[in-house]
């Protein structure tokens, strides 16, 4: 009967944790409890997310590859890592923004909030259309295939198509994806991630319909990108004209104070992007030109497989920032350290034993999936193991910095991890081959960033009041 109780104990807390509305948030407990819910269900609706995209590159990578070739897939892959490279052209303000949302939110103040969104979108939308403008006036003058060092006619007549789709559909999110940063502060990031689900599923669709009607490579990017643009729309819809039209838009609500702070609090996470940018999504840029855009297939399907591992870990942490965020602004500083130390034990324990698991397996893995298209070498799959864990540990860390709005130190590291990564990734790539792009992270990171920042970074920020970190 005790373990029976104990089943029913379990389920009813689960379902206390999955409840609409937490009523009571006037004490460190029921904040926590707040906190903790709202985690979870942003853990598990990003996991449907993240579980649907995964279930999409599963299905579409063998299509691709077969349907496109080596080298027009490898241009694909390149272009991809454009999104990543390119997450800073709002300036840094997205996370800046979500930064003073969950301050905002934890002092109760929604009129600072809706000032916050009127004065961003604003400026969101300036940076979009002088994107189209800049990209508009350059195209003509570029040569883009020889950007991507592809040969053949078909790719080389694709490139500068291929390209504008993917630039117009981008500068169309950087303003829809106000939204996203908004829920994020407010821990309801769950809301943006079964959007971005139903944005997946029907980009897959179109995928494989462009594939069937033997679209070329600029369709096959607008199916991908453009069906998660139409479900940011919808959510952006949905958000400020249903459930929170007290922060939609508004002249009335644009503030130069609070364009300003996004500024000044946008330009350290602008550098600490771009850092990032070079330092972690430069790898199919340099093997492309180094080795040739076949080259790229080879890395990137491997890292794909091993990037498994960072999503999932990413799923179990992104809810904390907004949650550090929240927490100590109000001061609740015991609860940031035990949900740290937690955090971080976790997320190495499971890369560790997943990264293990793909060593051992990923050339099986990829034999079943992609039959013999590729194969990695041994020294880029054990490099691409030892990255993800130590990948998961920056991760926790990361987490708690931002939400603490510890930037600076952050910044320092990371203009050091960034030049010294990008300098050994072209050395070791020409030297050793694709596995030298991994190698040249793993130094980088650990000497730069693991090593200063949890012995000076992360002591700082849980030691020092929350309010006095976010106005840093």
Same mark, same amino acid.
Request: proline fraction near 4%; hydrophobic fraction near 55%; aromatic fraction near 8%.
């Given at each position: 009967m005790a373990g029976l109780s104990d089943v029913f104990s379990r389920c009813f807390g689960l379902? !206390?944790?999955? %409840?609409?509305? /937490?009523?009571?948030?006037? &004490? $460190? %407990?029921?904040?926590? /409890? $707040?906190?903790?819910? %709202?985690?979870?269900?942003? &853990?598990?609706?990003l996991a449907l997310a993240k579980g649907v995209a995964i279930g999409t590159v599963v299905i579409t990578i063998p299509l691709t590859l077969s349907y496109l070739g080596a080298e027009r897939y490898g241009m694909w892959m390149t272009i991809s890592s454009l999104i990543a490279m390119l997450s800073f052209a709002d300036l840094g303000m997205g996370n800046g923004l979500l930064n003073k949302v969950a301050y905002a939110h934890g002092k109760g103040d929604v009129a600072s909030m809706h000032r916050l969104v009127s004065s961003g979108f604003l400026m969101f939308s300036l940076i979009a259309l002088l994107i189209l403008l800049l990209f508009a006036v350059a195209y003509p003058w570029i040569t883009w295939s020889s950007i991507f060092n592809v040969q053949s006619t078909m790719a080389k007549s694709e490139a500068g198509p291929t390209l504008a789709v993917f630039v117009a559909l981008f500068a169309v999110n950087i303003p829809l994806g106000i939204v996203s940063r908004v829920q994020t502060g407010l821990q309801q990031s769950f809301k943006a991630s079964l959007w971005q689900?139903?944005?997946? @599923?029907? *980009?897959?669709? &179109?995928?494989?319909?462009?594939? &069937?009607?033997?679209? *070329? @490579?600029?369709?096959?990017?607008a199916a991908a990108l453009g069906a998660p643009t139409v479900a940011a729309l919808c959510n952006s819809m949905d958000f400020f004209l249903r459930a929170r039209p007290d922060l939609r838009p508004a002249r009335s609500g644009i503030s130069g104070h609070e364009m300003r702070e996004l500024m000044r609090t946008g330009v350290l996470f602008l550098v600490l992007q771009i850092?990032?940018?070079?330092?972690?999504?430069?790898?199919? +840029?340099? +093997? !492309?030109?180094?080795?040739?855009a076949t080259a790229v297939t080879d890395y990137a399907v491997p890292e %794909?497989?091993?990037?498994?591992?960072?999503?999932g870990i990413g799923i179990a942490l992104a809810p904390l920032w907004p949650a550090y965020g929240e927490a100590l602004s109000r001061g609740d500083l015991g609860w940031a350290r035990s949900v740290f130390t937690r955090s971080l034990t976790i997320a190495l324990a499971s890369a560790t034993v997943i990264s293990l698991f793909l060593l051992v397996f990923a050339p099986r893995i990829l034999t079943l999936w992609l039959g013999h298209a590729v194969d990695p070498p041994l020294l880029l799959l054990v490099g691409l193991g030892l990255w993800k864990i130590i990948e998961a540990g920056g991760n926790a860390m990361a987490m708690l910095l931002n939400g603490a709005n510890v930037i600076r130190a952050q910044l320092v590291s990371g203009v050091l991890t960034g030049a010294s990564a990008l300098a050994l990734k072209i050395l070791l790539v020409e030297r050793i081959g694709v596995a030298g792009a991994v190698w040249a992270s793993i130094i980088a990171f650990s000497v730069f960033s693991i090593v200063p920042l949890s012995v000076w970074a992360i002591p700082k920020a849980l030691r020092t009041e929350g309010e006095a970190k976010v106005h840093a």
């Amino acid at each position: 009967m005790a373990g029976l109780s104990d089943v029913f104990s379990r389920c009813f807390g689960l379902v !206390a944790l999955l %409840r609409v509305e /937490q009523p009571g948030l006037d &004490s $460190e %407990r029921t904040r926590a /409890q $707040e906190r903790r819910r %709202r985690a979870v269900l942003s &853990s598990l609706a990003l996991a449907l997310a993240k579980g649907v995209a995964i279930g999409t590159v599963v299905i579409t990578i063998p299509l691709t590859l077969s349907y496109l070739g080596a080298e027009r897939y490898g241009m694909w892959m390149t272009i991809s890592s454009l999104i990543a490279m390119l997450s800073f052209a709002d300036l840094g303000m997205g996370n800046g923004l979500l930064n003073k949302v969950a301050y905002a939110h934890g002092k109760g103040d929604v009129a600072s909030m809706h000032r916050l969104v009127s004065s961003g979108f604003l400026m969101f939308s300036l940076i979009a259309l002088l994107i189209l403008l800049l990209f508009a006036v350059a195209y003509p003058w570029i040569t883009w295939s020889s950007i991507f060092n592809v040969q053949s006619t078909m790719a080389k007549s694709e490139a500068g198509p291929t390209l504008a789709v993917f630039v117009a559909l981008f500068a169309v999110n950087i303003p829809l994806g106000i939204v996203s940063r908004v829920q994020t502060g407010l821990q309801q990031s769950f809301k943006a991630s079964l959007w971005q689900c139903a944005g997946s @599923l029907v *980009g897959l669709t &179109s995928m494989l319909a462009v594939i &069937s009607l033997k679209g *070329g @490579l600029p369709w096959l990017v607008a199916a991908a990108l453009g069906a998660p643009t139409v479900a940011a729309l919808c959510n952006s819809m949905d958000f400020f004209l249903r459930a929170r039209p007290d922060l939609r838009p508004a002249r009335s609500g644009i503030s130069g104070h609070e364009m300003r702070e996004l500024m000044r609090t946008g330009v350290l996470f602008l550098v600490l992007q771009i850092v990032a940018a070079v330092a972690y999504s430069s790898d199919n +840029i340099v +093997i !492309a030109h180094s080795l040739g855009a076949t080259a790229v297939t080879d890395y990137a399907v491997p890292e %794909r497989l091993f990037g498994l591992i960072a999503m999932g870990i990413g799923i179990a942490l992104a809810p904390l920032w907004p949650a550090y965020g929240e927490a100590l602004s109000r001061g609740d500083l015991g609860w940031a350290r035990s949900v740290f130390t937690r955090s971080l034990t976790i997320a190495l324990a499971s890369a560790t034993v997943i990264s293990l698991f793909l060593l051992v397996f990923a050339p099986r893995i990829l034999t079943l999936w992609l039959g013999h298209a590729v194969d990695p070498p041994l020294l880029l799959l054990v490099g691409l193991g030892l990255w993800k864990i130590i990948e998961a540990g920056g991760n926790a860390m990361a987490m708690l910095l931002n939400g603490a709005n510890v930037i600076r130190a952050q910044l320092v590291s990371g203009v050091l991890t960034g030049a010294s990564a990008l300098a050994l990734k072209i050395l070791l790539v020409e030297r050793i081959g694709v596995a030298g792009a991994v190698w040249a992270s793993i130094i980088a990171f650990s000497v730069f960033s693991i090593v200063p920042l949890s012995v000076w970074a992360i002591p700082k920020a849980l030691r020092t009041e929350g309010e006095a970190k976010v106005h840093a």
